[in-house]
């Protein structure tokens, strides 16, 4: 894992998340207005973020669950979809990734990676 940030902090992961969370939402909500004229459409299902490599017993394994992040089955931290209100699988894969990319950015995390699936 290579840190952008100087040292982070609980304070650099909090406002990293303001800014993923920003643009994941302005990313589903573009995609929703050009390709479902501004509403809900399309397969139904889920998106999320997952960070491998982190410890969640580290302190930034703590910080990231401090903002909604929790340990998933395979052993990445993940971040279920709060960026999208609705079931387009594609608007909150749009969202997820670009929460992704603010994250790694930000913080630095090379292995940030979205996720979807169909429900």
């Given at each position: 894992?290579?840190?952008?940030?100087t040292?982070?902090?609980?304070q650099?992961?909090?406002q990293?998340?303001?800014?993923?969370?920003?643009?994941?939402?302005?990313?589903?909500?573009?995609?929703?207005?050009?390709?479902?004229?501004?509403?809900?459409g399309?397969?139904?299902?889920f998106?999320?973020?997952?960070?491998?490599?982190?410890?969640?017993?580290s302190?930034?394994g703590?910080?990231?669950?401090?903002?909604?992040?929790?340990?998933?089955?395979?052993?990445?931290?993940?971040?279920w979809?709060k960026?999208?209100?609705?079931?387009?699988?594609?608007a909150?894969?749009?969202?997820?990734?670009?929460?992704?990319?603010?994250?790694?950015?930000?913080?630095?995390?090379?292995r940030c990676?979205?996720g979807?699936r169909l429900?």
């Amino acid at each position: 894992m290579q840190a952008i940030a100087t040292v982070i902090t609980e304070q650099v992961v909090q406002q990293a998340h303001v800014k993923a969370l920003a643009a994941a939402h302005t990313a589903a909500k573009a995609f929703a207005d050009k390709h479902m004229n501004g509403r809900d459409g399309g397969a139904c299902g889920f998106s999320w973020v997952d960070v491998y490599g982190v410890r969640s017993n580290s302190k930034l394994g703590k910080w990231l669950q401090s903002v909604g992040f929790s340990k998933s089955y395979t052993g990445s931290m993940q971040l279920w979809n709060k960026w999208w209100h609705g079931q387009s699988v594609d608007a909150g894969e749009h969202g997820a990734t670009a929460y992704a990319t603010v994250l790694k950015q930000e913080l630095g995390l090379d292995r940030c990676y979205s996720g979807s699936r169909l429900d």
